[in-house]
């Protein structure tokens, strides 16, 4: 899902995967939805009209409803996503970097104090997790784009590439030795949003628990407390499926 007024104007675009597959006794089968949308692509010039209903997703609040600065630059965001799931973060990340570009032009100047100097600095941060990168890296150039421009950092989880698995949850819990999310939440004021399996979720929830745990006073009763707050204000938002 990813449709965003600043970013694309009417423009709405589905990341969906299509789902099939054969059952332990041998039969096969297709996904419902995926599949009558797979069917839907343009033929011949020709693009059957589809009939959609918006509906809103899970995320509390959105980052410019976070800030208390309506301007260009907001709450630093944590995205963590897996597989499609990053189809609502990637809206979140290229909605304000277009409201950020058109503020710039509204008012003709760039302020350099506030252009990021390292990755640490920049306040789009995406974690995202597929099998290989060869065939699961969606959005693969736009990530690299954003990111040469120092508009993102990306940081990423490719399960099948090497012989030990890795997974989002271990990038999110190893980088910096977990230092990262504590400093991203506790000092720098940050949001997290997480998109993708149930699965995937609570397990970055537990990543980010025992982070949080290790810089606060109270351990893992306080990061428990901290991170309710958190999710309770909008500052830590989930979509997930199972």
Not at 12 to 39: D, H, M, Q, W
Request: neutral net charge; hydrophobic residues 35%.
């Amino acid at each position: 899902e990813n449709g965003n007024d600043a970013h694309s104007y009417f423009d709405i675009e589905l990341c969906v995967a299509v789902v099939n597959g054969t059952t332990p006794l041998g039969r096969a089968y297709e996904g419902l939805c995926s599949t009558f949308l797979a069917k839907q692509l343009p033929r011949d010039g020709y693009c059957p009209p589809l009939r959609l209903w918006i509906k809103p997703g899970s995320f509390t609040k959105l980052p410019s409803e976070l800030s208390s600065d309506q301007g260009a630059f907001e709450t630093p965001i944590l995205c963590i996503g897996a597989g499609t799931g990053v189809a609502p973060l990637r809206s979140l990340i290229l909605e304000r970097e277009a409201r950020r570009t058109l503020v710039q032009k509204e008012t003709s100047m760039v302020d350099s104090s506030v252009i990021p100097k390292t990755e640490d600095d920049r306040d789009n941060i995406l974690v995202f997790g597929c099998r290989k990168a060869q065939s699961d890296f969606y959005y693969k150039d736009e990530w690299e784009s954003l990111s040469e421009r120092k508009q993102l950092r990306l940081l990423t989880a490719f399960s099948r590439d090497q012989w030990h698995k890795i997974y989002v949850q271990q990038v999110v819990g190893k980088t910096d030795d977990g230092l990262f999310v504590a400093n991203h939440l506790l000092h720098r004021g940050g949001a997290i949003y997480v998109a993708g399996g149930a699965k995937m979720a609570q397990a970055v929830r537990e990543e980010i628990l025992e982070c949080l745990a290790k810089s606060l006073d109270g351990g893992e009763k306080q990061a428990n407390i901290f991170l309710k707050k958190l999710q309770r204000i909008g500052r830590y938002s989930i979509e997930a499926w199972s």
